[in-house]
């Protein structure tokens, strides 16, 4: 009887485990802190849950947590960054096959003043059972992006360009 007891937890802990991918550091030109982008997923599936985004200070403590769902980001979008009622950085879209891997779709806040926005898309690929990103255009691996401010009057109005490494 414990046999089948220890058995039956064994398989109801083994539901529900998910893993968490590290998918990018990213950086702005702006101040010292940072955020982190991590893709969580049902460990037995692939099938992707939800995206992670933790944001760090100068002093790599931890400021804020946000877990957006995959239909959420679908629906409507998950806002990374925003300022003085202005939406910075947005994930548009997050599509995620779990065997192949997929798209991520970035509305960035290119100039404030003119409401002028750029997209930016990153594949998502999957290797040896971990998910990693790469620049759509270059095709390279990319572990962080870096945000280069476009500023006007010496206050940042929004994105210039985005760094690649």
């Known amino acids: 009887m ?4 220890a058995l039956i937890g064994l398989i109801l802990s083994m539901q529900g485990f998910s893993k968490t991918h590290d998918l990018l550091l990213v950086t702005s030109s702006e101040d010292s802190n940072y955020s982190k982008l991590e893709l969580e997923t049902d460990d037995q599936s692939g099938e992707a849950l939800s995206l992670v985004v933790k ?3 100068k002093n790599h403590k931890l400021t804020d947590e ?3 769902s995959y239909d959420e980001i679908n629906d409507g979008g998950a806002v990374l960054s ?3 009622g202005h939406d910075i950085v947005v994930i548009k879209s997050i599509q995620v096959d779990p065997t192949k891997g997929g798209r991520v779709t970035l509305d960035l806040l290119g100039n404030a003043m003119t409401g002028k926005r750029m997209g930016y898309d990153l594949n998502l690929i999957k290797t040896s059972g971990v998910f990693k990103m790469a620049d ?3 095709g390279k691996m990319v572990s962080s992006l870096h945000f280069v401010a476009r500023k006007f009057l010496g206050k940042a109005v929004g994105i210039k360009e985005v760094k690649a490494k």
Do not use: A, G, L, R
């Open 2 to 5: 414990k046999n089948i007891i």
């Open 55 to 57: 944001d760090f200070d």
């Open 66 to 68: 946000q877990e957006f």
């Open 82 to 84: 925003e300022d003085s």
């Open 136 to 138: 759509v255009k270059t």
